[in-house]
């Protein structure tokens, strides 16, 4: 499943963003306040909404109020998501839009929350999934979809709460195929926030397949490829010694008290030295790598600013990691204040935010005349960005 196209309204600084054929790595630079880190939180926003609901979803970011766009808590929050995915052997162009709204006692509910895409190659999309304040149908026929509307069948429910999601019962269903591929693709999605502070602790035994959000798993997951894929952790321990000159083992150890530690070997040194001494880029470039060699990558990923505590010169090699992830994993948006890591990015991939009004405009940089021309007569995009030429530029859609 691939995003294509994404819509935001109503969303704090995100009062009307669209982005059109999105690609498989995308990258979103500007100035600190342009919007970035809300772009996402939609995510996050969204994961929670599912494991959750709405209501304590908005909760966690401030409330309805906080969230919804300074001046506009009288509009619903729009989120509409267009992705690709196969049903009955036919790729379909599918569409999930939410809306969310506060009724008079300010209480969230969902205004609306439908799944569509088109039946054939003309007319109009068909709604597949549509609910309202707790109530709507699901198709549960969807692979009769070429068959008149009277064939399909209509399973109509009434969900325990109006701030429920439909895809979140619905979707463990395989019967409903769009709702369970949407769920399952956010339910898997990752939205890093990473912390270095928890990625050097110590954890108790157990099992994890999958690195944490906060990276707070990483010696579980390290431990976890050792004995179950010893082919990506040699993957992986390849490439860490080539960005990490010096070091040349990882490993763990199980302590008396039933808890793992990293253990990090430097040549230089008889014995090894255990995470929390080893310096944060040492830590960061790991946690990447086995997040990015993950035997079952996630279908989304999205990473702020990966540029922090990394030595510049392995910036580039990170923007490459990033992008094969991309081509065999998944989707993955980053954002970035580094004109380094923007040097390594290609101008399809690139996006410029800006406030103007109070309000976030997303700009596709490949769209920008003078900037593709920049480009096309040598120079990178981080040059250009030190310099304020994609600040001043004039920008088109």
Not at 3 to 23: Q, T
Not at 329 to 335: K, L, N
Request: proline share 4%; with cysteine; net charge negative.
């Amino acid at each position: 499943m691939k995003i294509e196209r994404i819509h935001i309204k109503n969303f704090r600084a995100l009062y009307d963003v669209e982005l059109r054929d999105v690609p498989s790595l995308a990258v979103f630079v500007g100035e600190n306040g342009s919007g970035k880190s809300t772009l996402f939180n939609v995510f996050g926003f969204l994961k929670d909404a599912l494991k959750n609901n709405v209501s304590t979803a908005l909760q966690v970011i401030g409330g309805f109020n906080e969230v919804a766009t300074r001046g506009h808590c009288n509009e619903p929050i729009v989120i509409e998501i267009q992705f690709r995915m196969t049903i009955s052997n036919v790729e379909r162009l599918v569409t999930y839009r939410l809306e969310i709204f506060t009724d008079e006692h300010g209480i969230p509910f969902i205004q609306r929350e439908i799944l569509r895409y088109k039946r054939g190659r003309y007319g109009s999309p068909f709604h597949f999934l549509d609910f309202n304040k707790g109530r709507g149908y699901a198709i549960s026929n969807e692979e009769d979809f070429d068959k008149p509307d009277e064939a399909l069948t209509k399973d109509e429910q009434t969900l325990e709460s109006s701030n429920i999601l439909a895809i979140k019962g619905l979707g463990q269903f395989q019967r409903f195929k769009a709702a369970s591929a949407f769920r399952s693709l956010i339910e898997n999605w990752h939205v890093s926030d990473f912390h270095i502070t928890a990625a050097r602790q110590r954890v108790e035994a157990g099992v994890a397949e999958h690195l944490s959000e906060s990276g707070d798993n990483l010696p579980l997951v390290t431990r976890n490829l050792y004995e179950r894929d010893s082919e990506t952790f040699a993957q992986i321990l390849k490439k860490f010694r080539e960005r990490i000159p010096g070091m040349s083992e990882v490993t763990t150890v199980v302590t008396q008290d039933g808890h793992v530690l990293l253990r990090f070997q430097d040549g230089s040194f008889k014995d090894p030295f255990i995470a929390r001494y080893v310096s944060d880029g040492t830590i960061k470039m790991f946690a990447y790598l086995v997040l990015l060699h993950d035997p079952n990558p996630h279908p989304f990923l999205c990473i702020e600013e990966p540029e922090n505590q990394l030595y510049p010169k392995l910036l580039g090699a990170l923007v490459e990691e990033l992008r094969d992830y991309a081509k065999h994993g998944g989707q993955v948006f980053v954002s970035t204040h580094s004109p380094d890591v923007l040097n390594h990015v290609e101008i399809d991939e690139a996006f410029f935010l800006k406030k103007e009004n109070g309000a976030t405009k997303v700009h596709r940089l490949a769209a920008d005349k003078q900037v593709k021309a920049l480009i096309d007569a040598g120079d990178k995009l981080g040059w250009l960005w030190n310099q304020d030429l994609l600040e001043r530029s004039n920008h088109t859609t």
